[in-house]
Each structure stands twice: as C-alpha cells, then as structure tokens.
C-alpha cells in the first residue's frame, strides 16, 4: 500500500512544481518586457491622423472671419485704401452668419454702437454679397483667410475694428470722428424692411434667365445669392 501511495502523489509534487516554476519565468519576462516597452513612449514622437487633419482643415476655413489681435489684423496705413461711396459715412465690413459666435458678436456689438450716433451708415455683409469680400480685400491689400472682422471706415478714413471701436466709443473720440457726418433718415426702409438687399426682379432670386438662343445662363444684374441691393436705402449698385 505504500508503494501505490507514493506513486498517486509523485506526479502531483512533480507538476505543481513545474507549473510553479514556469508561472516565475513567466511573469518576470513579462515584467521585464513591460519595463523595456515603455521607456520609449515618451521619447516617441506624436503623429496626427489624416482623418484628424480632415476634420481641422474645414473647421479652420470656417474661422478665418475670427477675431485676431489688433497688431496682426489692422492692416498696415500705407495698404488701406478708400472704400467705394464712403464719403460723409461710415461703411462697415461685417457678417450676419452665426458660423464664429465671437465674430458675430463682435458685428453686432459694433453696429449697435455706430447705430447709437445716428449717423448716415453703409453696412455691408460680406455673407450676403461675395462681392464685398473681394473689395474689402483691395482695400487693405490683406490675405483673405488674414481677414477679420468687422472692419469700419468713417468718411472714407480706416478707424479699426471691434476693439478700436468699442475704445473710441468709451472715451468719447468716436463722437469728435463722426462730427459732420450726414444724418441717418428716421425709420426703416420700406423697400427692403432693413436688409440692405431685395430680389433680384430679372431672375426672381435664381441667378439664373432663360433665353431662346442659349437656354439657361447666369443673371448678370444681381450677386451669386439671386440678390441686389435695395436701390432705396444704397447708394451703391452692381
């Protein structure tokens, strides 16, 4: 009885053993290969994903409108130029889409302001009217995506922007700079309710007329939204 005995837990002794063994070897070289693997994670350099770069590319384009530093977004003296029609007025670069909140503030802060003086103003969305993108940039002869705005003149002269506005205005300048501008007319205008621009009557908004000799083509009397300007309260036409 002692030999089976014996021979029943030689096997057990003999694998524990092994197994206990092998569980040592095998977590120390895990250990250690964890230990090496992870010295170089920080020295490792850190790589943007192209899906990343897709997303940042269109978000970036949507905020070339935002509002910069005064000493990177007031052009230079010497690069500015007179705006069309801004004599005895003040015309003012702006936009209504709500695609940068703080830009749409900030044009709506600064109109709320020159509106207060009740001077003659030309307000010229650049959201409404592709055109004025390109002519805001031959006047400053700024880079379209270096843009900021809202950008304002009075009496043809570049004043600056929100922040040079909203300075001028709590110290009392602003009133000095206006002094003998054309009075605003009282009320809204009844053409346009305000907006600055109404249908195009010759293409009926769609940009687009119908010809026997060439079919369809563009509307060349009004801007690529099917618009012009309210010939009642502008003064400036395409």
């Keep these: 009885m002692v030999a089976p005995f014996m021979w029943l837990k030689s096997p057990t ?14 977590s120390l070289k895990d250990i250690h290969t964890l230990l090496h693997a992870e010295d170089p994670l920080p020295h490792s350099p850190v790589h943007k994903s192209s899906l990343f770069n897709h997303v940042c590319n269109p978000a970036s384009l949507l905020r070339q409108w935002a509002p910069r530093s005064s000493s990177s977004s007031s052009p230079s003296p010497f690069a500015v130029t007179t705006p069309p029609d801004a004599h005895n007025r003040i015309v003012v670069y702006y936009t209504s889409l709500r695609i940068v909140r703080t830009t749409f503030e900030e044009c709506r802060a600064v109109r709320s302001i020159l509106k207060g003086y009740r001077v003659k103003m030309d307000e010229r969305d650049l959201s409404m009217d592709s055109a004025f993108l390109d002519e805001l940039h031959q006047i400053t002869g700024c880079k379209r995506k270096s843009l900021s705005l809202p950008r304002v003149f009075i009496d043809g002269k570049y004043v600056g922007g929100a922040e040079e506005i909203r300075r001028l205005h709590e110290t009392g300048d602003l009133r000095r700079l206006i002094e003998g501008l054309a009075v605003a007319e009282p009320g809204i205008c009844g053409v ?3 907006h600055r621009f109404v ?3 010759c293409c009926d908004g769609s940009h687009k007329v119908f010809t026997d000799k060439s079919g369809f083509k563009m509307c060349t009397e009004c801007n690529l939204n099917g618009l012009i300007r309210c010939p009642a309260c502008t003064s400036v036409f395409f």
């Design 13 to 26: 002794r003999i694998h524990t053993r092994t197994r206990s063994t092998e569980f040592r070897c095998t």
């Design 192 to 194: 346009c309710g305000g």
């Design 199 to 201: 249908l195009c009557e």
